[in-house]
């Protein structure tokens, strides 16, 4: 034995010795381990020697080797060795070596898988025993506590119970002695506030750790006789700071305020903590906390638990109120008063509580709740503010912010969050009863900021009013609670901020004041002589022909798009004044660059849909359209879409890229860059503005008719242009760029959490020409690819300029005699297209093409959706094995590349599946499908398609993907309900061996393992009695045997011998059980040892009856200080 000691001396020297390399420290630990692997007596006979001794760490050492046995091997040992074993732990945990605190823990935990193998049913006197233990001295109270924390911890909070029956019976045995514990924790912390010693306070912590285990789930009947002295204790323990008690004491409060429990229980906690006492207490503490400022971490972290449990609170109360509880006004002074925090955290808990309570129907009319509001309501502007970056150091709020965040993004991510619920806040308060302090609010700051102190204005402050005014304005304006005085003040205001705009030679100052008067647009249809000044004033800086000036053409966009928003969301109000708003649009044009005269030629399309008929409406169309249908039948723009190589020729891309800015300014190439960029994005405008006054017909096909050929050719170079033999077309001066690489700004939105604007980067000439080149291919991209909100009457959806034509012109486009080759021109370079341009392809051009196909052109589309198909399954097939191989390699962190490329086949691979649940017209509850598939029973009867589209799905299922797998079910279940009779035996196994394996990949996700299951069975059921080969499969499945596979077949064919149909729940749980051995499971139960119980006899149920403590031995304890 003392060699044995000796080993684990020296072991220990060399794991705690700094100087002792890495190689031997690792050899000494598992030196270490091996020995807990001895058998019981041996490790019984090193644990209870080592925890004697006075050393720490061959002491906790010792605990550790006695854990290690009880945990693992206590079934290995008799009846009288566990019994020994207790024995010695308790002799053990009596010495003064207690006053360890890591020995206290280590003595703790070997007691609590002692409990968890025996009790209740073999030991009973536990709690006996514990206030016996109690009794020693406050250490060995202590000890007590942690023990009861440490088994709540395991058995309930943790759940690491893995044993059915053993985590039931501990339940029970724990819910049967919550009183007696509840009463030991009120008894001492009562005891603990009398007198004060580090021991004590000690205690008093253990007392309060325990209880915050507790109170989130414990039962309010049996919390109910002890919630008062419990909530005064606690709260009194807020002014404690020895060895942080106030902190605890304070999320001791916070659980209490978070539970989710049954509702009408929760009257007695929440009553309890809105009473006098705690109220005052919690709100003493929380402005003591204040006091401090940013400069100490630890009472602003503390001032932040109490804000918490101040919100969860209010949270709590919205979904239980009955009548005003006391102190709601104090309540309400204290969550106004973080709201107007300079910490941003702390503002964001409390415009929730707000927004809770404002949306609660008996709540809003609360009188106090009132007065608050009206206070909120004026402060919000202020707070709406976006100050405090952590980056920044000018104010206050910075220095709450580098406690709270890392980096800008993060406070810019939460100040949107708390933008947002202000703004929803002030959007509910949009009623009668508040709309006059509203428009006060909105009305004094446009006269005494915006018109007469304009340019003392902050620009934070410009931002936010704007948001805030726009809220205000349009609710009230929507809600019809303005009143004819309203409009008319309101219309002073657009007078005065048009004559300020008139003075006005700022490009920034000018921005804001357009913001301005976008918001003021609801007086046009009271005073629509507003309008033609309006357009007057647009004129000066639209008529503007210098065009290098970055802030001047800002300024021109904002007024663009000022005259968009008139034309489509005050529509009806301005369809009286179309011509003149037309004629302005007509005026303005010789002084507009081509991306400006795009924007311009938006706003002619949406006056279109405000004409009488169709041939108004196509005219009108025809005049916006003649630029750049003039350009794209130009001869040279014809040639250019022929071929690849003189697509990339027409570019400059044969030629030598520009050395400098001069030459880049002159070259004839960049002139066709731009130009060709900005006639498609005036195309791709117009359709996404235009909605046909005589639907279905589209008043502009006629007119794209002639280009069409070349829009579906553009389309063919866009794809085609990554094939690998352009390369050497290229000159060879682009040949090293990676041109057709993807571009930095979408490498960033696919890396991180921010979009930035990527579509700017074409225009911008002092690029090098390898990223002015990639950018140009993603704009042009773009204009069939990018994202762009089209809102008409039924739904937003996002498309590209092809998508418009399949959606918006179905019948004109698909009857088309050119139809079949305009389609082979888009399946032509599927397969050469990257994964990170094939995602959007997919999304924005492929999918609404073939959902919006009719039926009737089925056999038009079907050779185009078969390649879809095909190129998706190789693709993902391929960009998943690269993962595979990527993290299989010995580099221990992924390079950012292998991120970007597994980001990329995430992607892709949920685009496919959103793809083919459209073509199957499935859709969770409460989603709309956009574009509902008309083809879905012609692909379900063409074998080739199907096929293909079958084992897509499967292989979908069999992807690291989990969200990707759950979401494509619905989809193989309606496929394995079509199939049925057309199924063949390789198609049969194909689809069950894949199910099957998807139970390795997904099964740790309870939500997937259901749905899994539910689809075996479903597949077994059916084809098992025409393929007898998957009874095979089931059989090499490991501890699956003949006798389970025959019991599974007898079961299957009674229920459909006898009409008796099982629940899902029960074709679950028998595949379950079946193949239970090749289920994954989670990351944390993959490598955990199991943990083995013996079966104990059940519990006996006893007569509940009302135990009276009389706390003898606890007051003989603190009797004796």
């Not at 100490?296 to 932040?304: A, D, G, P, T």
């Not at 005014?469 to 009143?483: A, F, G, M, N, T």
Request: net charge negative.
């Amino acid at each position: 034995m003392e060699d044995k000691l000796d080993s684990v001396k020296n072991a220990l020297e060399a794991v705690y010795n700094p100087t002792v390399d890495n190689g031997r420290r690792v050899e000494a630990f598992q030196m270490l381990e091996s020995l807990k692997e001895l058998a019981p007596a041996d490790v019984k006979e090193i644990g209870h020697a080592l925890i004697w001794k006075h050393d720490i760490i061959l002491a906790r050492t010792g605990w550790n080797f006695l854990e290690h046995l009880i945990k693992y091997k206590w079934l290995e040992l008799d009846v009288k060795s566990r019994i020994e074993l207790r024995n010695c732990c308790f002799a053990a945990m009596k010495s003064r070596s207690m006053e360890c605190k890591e020995l206290r823990c280590g003595a703790a935990r070997c007691i609590v898988f002692i409990i968890q193998h025996e009790w209740p049913q073999n030991w009973p006197e536990l709690f006996d025993q514990l206030d016996d233990f109690s009794s020693l001295s406050v250490t060995h109270a202590q000890i007590s506590f942690i023990i009861l924390q440490l088994l709540i911890e395991n058995v309930i909070t943790l759940a690491t119970i893995e044993n059915a029956s053993r985590k039931k019976d501990l339940n029970n045995g724990i819910s049967s002695s919550m009183p007696r514990i509840l009463k030991t924790i009120s008894f001492t912390l009562q005891q603990c506030l009398l007198r004060s010693s580090d021991e004590l306070y000690l205690l008093a912590r253990s007392a309060l750790e325990l209880f915050s285990e507790i109170a989130e789930w414990v039962k309010a009947q049996i919390l109910q006789p002890h919630i008062e002295n419990l909530i005064c204790s606690i709260c009194s323990f807020l002014e404690t700071p020895q060895y942080g008690i106030y902190e605890v004491a304070a999320k001791c409060l916070w659980m209490l305020a978070s539970r989710k429990q049954v509702k009408n229980e929760e009257n007695i906690v929440v009553l309890a903590l809105f009473s006098d006492i705690p109220m005052r207490a919690i709100l003493a503490a929380a402005n003591q906390a204040a006091s401090v400022g940013a400069d100490n971490v630890q009472y602003y972290r503390f001032l932040k638990t109490l804000c918490n449990v101040l919100s969860s609170l209010g949270i709590h109360l919205a979904g239980i109120w009955i009548q005003r509880p006391p102190n709601f006004a104090m309540y309400l002074a204290a969550i106004e008063a973080f709201f107007l925090h300079p910490s941003l955290v702390l503002r964001n808990e409390a415009i929730a509580v707000f927004s809770s309570l404002i949306n609660h129907d008996k709540i809003f009319d609360d009188e106090i709740l009132s007065e608050f509001i009206i206070r909120i309501i004026g402060a919000t502007p202020l707070q709406l503010e976006k100050v405090g970056y952590p980056s920044m150091s000018d104010c206050e709020a910075c220095r709450f912010s580098q406690h709270d965040y890392d980096n800008d993004d993060e406070f810019s991510h939460d100040f949107l969050k708390f933008r947002d619920r202000c703004l929803k806040v002030m959007r509910s308060c949009c009623i009668a009863k508040y709309s006059g302090l509203l428009m006060n609010v909105v009305e004094d700051w446009f006269i005494n900021r915006c018109i007469s102190k304009a340019d003392l204005v902050r620009e934070t402050e410009w931002v936010a009013m704007q948001r805030f005014s726009r809220i205000v304005l349009s609710e009230c304006h929507y809600r019809k609670l303005l009143q004819p005085d309203d409009y008319k003040r309101l219309s002073s205001v657009f007078d005065g901020v048009l004559s300020l705009l008139a003075n006005c030679s700022s490009p920034s100052l000018m921005d804001s004041l357009l913001s301005v008067l976008s918001t003021l647009l609801i007086v046009i249809r009271d005073y629509p002589q507003l309008l033609v000044p309006l357009l007057c004033q647009l004129r000066r800086p639209l008529s503007d022909t210098n065009d290098d000036d970055v802030d001047g053409k800002s300024v021109k966009r904002h007024c663009l798009a000022l005259l968009l928003r008139i034309v489509t969301a005050f529509a009806e109000d301005v369809k009286g004044q179309a011509g003149v708003i037309l004629d302005f649009c007509l005026s303005v044009r010789p002084s507009l660059s081509l991306m400006q005269l795009a924007s311009c030629m938006q706003v002619v399309a949406a006056l279109s849909n405000l004409c009488c008929d169709f041939t108004t409406q196509s005219s009108l169309l025809a005049v916006a359209l003649s630029d750049p249908l003039s350009y794209m039948l130009k001869a040279e723009v014809q040639e250019a879409c022929d071929n690849d190589t003189a697509f990339l020729t027409f570019f400059g891309f044969t030629s030598p890229a520009p050395g400098n800015l001069d030459e880049a300014t002159n070259s004839p190439y960049m002139l066709n860059r731009r130009e060709f960029r900005a006639h498609l994005f005036t195309l791709e405008g117009i359709m996404a503005q235009t909605q046909s006054v005589c639907p279905p017909s589209h008043p502009a096909y006629n007119d794209f008719q002639p280009i069409l050929p070349t829009i579906f050719l553009l389309a063919k170079r866009l794809t085609s242009m990554y094939d690998s033999r352009n390369l050497d077309v290229l000159h060879v001066s682009y040949r090293s760029l990676s041109i057709f690489d993807i571009t930095a700004n979408e490498r960033q939105q696919l890396l991180t959490s921010i979009d930035p604007c990527s579509s700017s980067t074409a225009r911008i000439l002092f690029d090098d020409p390898g990223t002015h080149a990639r950018a140009f291919f993603f704009d042009i991209s773009e204009k069939m690819q990018v994202f762009i909100r089209l809102i008409d009457c039924f739904y937003v959806k996002d498309q590209t300029l092809i998508g418009f034509f399949a959606t918006k012109a179905t019948m004109q486009l698909f009857s088309d005699l050119s139809i079949s080759s305009w389609i082979s021109s888009l399946s032509y370079g599927i397969s050469f297209v990257p994964d990170h341009r094939l995602r959007l392809w997919l999304r924005k051009t492929l999918k609404p093409f073939l959902c919006s196909c009719p039926e009737t052109s089925y056999n038009e589309v079907k050779h185009l959706l078969l390649a879809v198909i095909v190129v998706l399954s190789r693709r993902l097939q391929h960009g998943w094995t690269q993962v595979e191989i990527s993290e299989s390699s010995e580099n221990a962190e992924p390079s950012q590349e292998e991120l970007l490329n597994e980001h990329v086949i995430s992607i892709l691979t949920r685009e496919s599946v959103t793809f083919l649940r459209e073509l199957f017209n499935i859709s969770d509850s409460g989603e709309k499908i956009e574009i509902p598939s008309s083809i879905r029973n012609c692909f379900l009867r063409d074998e080739n398609i199907i096929g293909e589209m079958v084992r897509l799905m499967f292989l979908l299922l069999t992807f690291r993907d989990t969200s990707a797998a759950i979401r494509v079910i619905p989809v193989c279940r309606n496929a394995l309900e079509c199939l049925n009779e057309n199924c063949d035996e390789q198609t049969a196994l194909f689809i069950f061996v894949r199910s099957i394996q998807s139970l390795q990949l997904h099964g740790s996700d309870e939500q997937a393992l259901t749905y899994i299951l539910s689809l075996i069975f479903s597949i077994y059921s059916t084809l098992h009695e025409r393929f007898p080969n998957l009874s095979r499969v089931l059989l090499q499945v490991p501890d699956c045997s003949p006798g389970d596979v025959e019991r599974l077949n007898l079961r299957i064919a009674s229920m459909k011998r006898n009409g008796d149909f099982m629940n899902d729940k029960m074709k679950r749980e028998i595949i379950k059980k079946l193949l239970g051995t090749v289920i994954a499971t989670s990351v944390g139960k993959q490598h955990r040892r199991p943990v083995h119980f013996r079966p104990l006899p059940p519990i006996i149920k006893q007569n509940k009856e009302l135990v009276q403590e009389d706390f003898n031995v606890l007051e003989l304890l603190f009797n004796s200080y």
